[in-house]
């Protein structure tokens, strides 16, 4: 009897939610300090390390993100950024944000 193998391609799951960002300081879940200017975020469940891609569904620029943090915790969000990889997808002034979230 012949041994055959099924490979599978990892296919990544996206998450399709509302972004925000968050300033402030000290110390993330993580237990790295907080810094506004590095593309990292927070993230309910995604194991710290994580890096996904955050797609604005409006304008379609995407950022890629380290996750770092634990959040948000706003109903139908599902991640924060920091300022820095917000701005990346849309002035800071918008706020909140529809986005696609993908882990690479």
Aim: charged share 20%; glycine share 8%; net charge positive.
């Amino acid at each position: 009897m012949a041994a055959s193998a099924v490979l599978f391609s990892p296919v990544a799951s996206a998450e399709t939610c509302k972004a925000s960002y968050y300033t402030g300081g000290g110390t993330t879940a993580s237990g790295e300090r907080f810094d506004p200017n590095k593309l990292t975020g927070a993230h309910k469940t995604l194991p710290f390390g994580t890096r996904v891609k955050v797609k604005n569904r409006s304008n379609n620029k995407t950022v890629t993100i380290r996750i770092n943090d634990r959040g948000p915790f706003i109903t139908g969000r599902c991640v924060d950024l920091t300022p820095r990889a917000f701005k990346a997808l849309a002035p800071l002034s918008q706020g909140v944000i529809n986005v696609t979230v993908t882990k690479v």
